[in-house]
């Protein structure tokens, strides 16, 4: 309506254009119609509309028009005034620097590097580091970078910090972030005013900012949420199509359904700029957590079900009770085809596991399978001299029997 025209305020030059495209939007619009103009200043100058048509206001004769649903993947961000002061956090830099390798003397065996602290030790380190601290008043993003309201602080230097009994302690160094004057994220800056840019590049006045948003939704998502992070893409496991026989696929995965997010700087077309959050979906593929019999018994039975995914279950099923029943031998021929399959990436190569002999659960990778069972496969153990299989070394190191030595 001419009264919604004038609220909106558009510039002149964008009438013509937005009527323009209001015609196709509106249900037996007939410019050739004479309708019921009305007197305003804000009717479309003849200069801007040399190569468009002449529509007149909407909604003097036909109402208000058609209602149109509009499904968007682009969000304003705004920041109150009121929760600005809450919007101020302080940076700190987080290393976990591992300690030297030892110098053996000549001759003797090497010993592997250590390796940085994976993700999940690092954020329980800077968990109990901060156990002092509330939760809702810092947020990590797991590598490197450590955020605190700047009503609190951490101290600087280096800390050792014990997660596990009988396991060395880990070393966590903390550092301002920025140098000498600390990096401070204030939200407040999103409220974009384009007059105190000077100039300037408004992505990288705000980047830090993004940064911190890109932190807190993912750190959301995971620990009330319960999905999974993955960079910037977002999973739910438990969410997939409609359709249940596209979520089982081969081997066991499963199509996992998720959203990417990214936050933009976008002109809002009245001479302003605004921050926007897009959300795309995405889909990947996951293996949920199982058991390692359970999911042979699925790469097993994919020759049964011959590809049908209602038969998929009923194959897991059964052949997992059959490599329960078994134990020390497999229930069909080891073909070579299906050898191929589990040392590859469809099977179990380069497939993360976790694994807990030792007395506390280690995650590891799977490097390649070996054509020879645990009880037939040997190798020679240094500290004994002489050579040894795989299940007798697990009984004399750890005093464990191995379930299945024979697969």
Not at 311 to 319: C, N, Q, S
């Given at each position: ?231 910037r893409r977002v999973v739910n496991p438990s969410i997939g199509p409609s359709d249940m026989q596209e979520v089982a696929l081969k081997h066991g995965r499963e199509l996992w359904m998720g959203y990417l997010a990214n936050l933009e700087v976008i002109d809002d077309g009245l001479g302003g700029m605004r ?123 750890w005093n464990i029997t191995l379930q299945h030595p024979g697969l």
């Open positions: 309506t001419v009264e919604e025209w004038a609220i909106i305020n558009l510039p002149r030059s964008m009438h013509a254009f937005v009527r323009k495209e209001a015609e196709a939007a509106t249900d037996g619009w007939d410019p050739n119609v004479q309708h019921q103009t009305a007197n305003t200043d804000i009717s479309p100058n003849p200069e801007d509309c040399r190569n468009s048509v002449i529509l007149q206001p909407l909604g003097l004769t036909y109402g208000r028009g058609k209602p149109i649903k509009l499904l968007a993947n682009h969000f304003l961000i705004k920041v109150s005034a009121d929760n600005a002061g809450g919007g101020k956090w302080l940076a700190w830099q987080v290393d976990f620097p591992t300690p030297p390798a030892s110098i053996l003397p000549a001759g003797s065996r090497p010993v592997r590097k250590p390796r940085e602290a994976g993700k999940e030790l690092r954020t329980n380190a800077v968990r109990k580091l901060l156990e002092q601290v509330p939760a809702t008043d810092w947020l990590f993003d797991g590598g490197h970078r450590l955020y605190t309201k700047r009503s609190q602080s951490v101290s600087c230097g280096k800390h050792e910090v014990s997660l596990t009994k009988g396991r060395p302690p880990l070393v966590v160094e903390v550092q301002q972030a920025g140098g000498a004057k600390q990096q401070e994220i204030d939200l407040s800056r999103l409220a974009l005013d384009p007059r105190k840019m000077n100039g300037k590049n408004v992505s990288d006045e705000i980047s830090e900012e993004f940064r911190f948003l890109q932190v807190a939704m993912r750190c959301f998502a995971v620990s009330e949420l319960g999905l999974i992070a993955k960079g921050c926007s959050l897009s959300l795309n979906c995405s889909g990947s593929v996951g293996l949920r957590e199982m058991p390692v019999i359970e999911l042979l018994a699925h790469i097993i039975g994919e020759d049964w079900c011959k590809g049908k995914a209602e038969k998929r279950k009923e194959a897991a099923a059964y052949y997992t009770s059959e490599l329960e029943q078994t134990g020390n031998y497999w229930p069909r021929a080891l073909t070579q085809n299906l050898m191929r399959t589990l040392n590859s990436e469809a099977g179990l190569r380069k497939l993360r596991v976790v694994v807990n002999y030792a007395g506390y659960a280690r995650k590891c990778t799977v490097v390649s399978i070996t054509p020879e069972s645990a009880l037939d496969k040997k190798f020679w153990l240094e500290e004994e001299h002489c050579n040894i299989s795989v299940a007798e070394y697990f009984k004399r190191k």
